[in-house]
């Protein structure tokens, strides 16, 4: 049994850099997807011209194509265009431009969920349209969207695997490393796989759970 555990030991500091890695880069997907997902939100519902339709095409290749693909696509393209971009950064922007769009769905959906009685409401009011989505449809919805925004986030630390192909430096990565130095694949995709599930059920517990059922509450009143 000793034997069995001392490469995990062994192994433990590698792992934890690259849990750590993880949990980074599938925060900065959302940090900086969701202004992203924002706009391009805006723009579509609005009609803004142009944007609106390009956006569209975005989001549709975007949830239409693999993020193993859209992986290479990014890599690749930014060398042929002769950037030196680190790795850190192409990591982050692989998670982006997806994340971005599955996000930008979920807001969309969540607006219009919202009635047409409420637009209604805030504009008898003497609220402008702008005043009336940000202080009257933002807050019904961002109850609505709470659900989606946290899947997006759940998603994004098990995509954060498909860096690895582009030998970015996370979990995955790390893993893969350690099993060509040990020869033991089984229990160190064992372990990645619980590590994995461990943040997702983390984050369900310790902010989903709370999120929901604080803006349940606030709805509620």
Not at 19 to 31: D, I, K, P
Not at 67 to 93: C, E, K, N, R
């Amino acid at each position: 049994m000793i034997d069995y555990l001392q490469p995990i030991w062994d192994s433990a500091p590698l792992i934890a850099w690259g849990t750590a890695y993880t949990v980074g880069y599938a925060l900065l997907g959302m940090v900086f997807g969701l202004p992203v997902a924002l706009f391009i939100t805006w723009a579509r519902f609005e009609k803004i011209p142009v944007l609106a339709g390009l956006f569209g095409l975005y989001v549709s290749f975007m949830r239409g194509t693999p993020q193993l693909i859209q992986a290479f696509l990014i890599y690749f393209g930014i060398g042929s265009m002769g950037l030196d971009l680190p790795l850190v950064v192409i990591g982050t922007l692989v998670l982006i431009v997806n994340a971005s769009a599955y996000l930008s769905e979920t807001l969309r959906g969540a607006l219009n969920g919202i009635t047409h009685g409420q637009w209604s409401a805030g504009l008898s009011l003497g609220l402008t349209k702008f005043q009336t989505l940000r202080y009257v449809v933002t807050p019904q919805a961002l109850r609505l969207a709470i659900p989606g925004i946290s899947n997006t986030l759940i998603g994004l630390f098990k995509d954060t695997s498909v860096l690895s192909v582009i030998t970015v430096a996370e979990l995955l990565k790390i893993i893969n490393d350690v099993i060509s130095a040990t020869f033991k694949p089984f229990t160190f995709y064992l372990l990645a796989a619980l590590i994995y599930w461990s943040l997702c059920l983390v984050y369900e517990y310790a902010v989903h759970r709370r999120l929901e059922a604080r803006y349940s509450k606030a709805y509620a009143r």
